[in-house]
Nanobody
Framework: QVQLAESGGGFVQAGGSLRLSCAASGSILSIGTMAWYRQNSGKERELVAG???????DYADAVKGRFAISRDNAKNTVHLQMNSLKPEDTAAYYC??????????????WGQGTQVSVAS
């Protein structure tokens, strides 16, 4: 079994910064792409940023230039540095990872979510 544990959410004023972290643990042979998604009530979950095992990154247009995703392959962690936060960034943020487990099967795992609230 694989678990993703997120941390770093919270409340911040518009223009502020937060850093989200996600640590993967369990029966892990390797991790492929790691990503952050977000979801507001009544809306579909959307991709915020993703990073491959080789370090190639991708961002949603809404966060380009403000957010930065990074990972530490040795520690099985992924981070999301969020700067210049806006009220529309308010959402539950979910960590996502493609993991090859001890059975050599690739599976997608999700964290439990961490709330980010940005006040205007």
């Amino acid at each position: 079994q694989v678990q993703l544990a997120e941390s770093g959410g919270g409340f911040v004023q518009a223009g502020g910064s937060l850093r989200l972290s996600c640590a993967a643990s369990g029966s892990i042979l390797s991790i492929g792409t790691m990503a952050w998604y977000r979801q507001n009530s009544g809306k579909e979950r959307e991709l915020v940023a993703g990073i491959t095992s080789g370090g190639t990154t991708d961002y949603a247009d809404a966060v380009k230039g403000r957010f930065a995703i990074s990972r530490d392959n040795a520690k099985n962690t992924v981070h999301l540095q969020m700067n210049s936060l806006k009220p529309e960034d308010t959402a539950a943020y979910y960590c996502n990872a493609e993991v090859r487990d001890r059975y050599y099967k690739w599976r997608t795992y999700w964290g439990q979510g961490t709330q980010v609230s940005v006040a205007s």
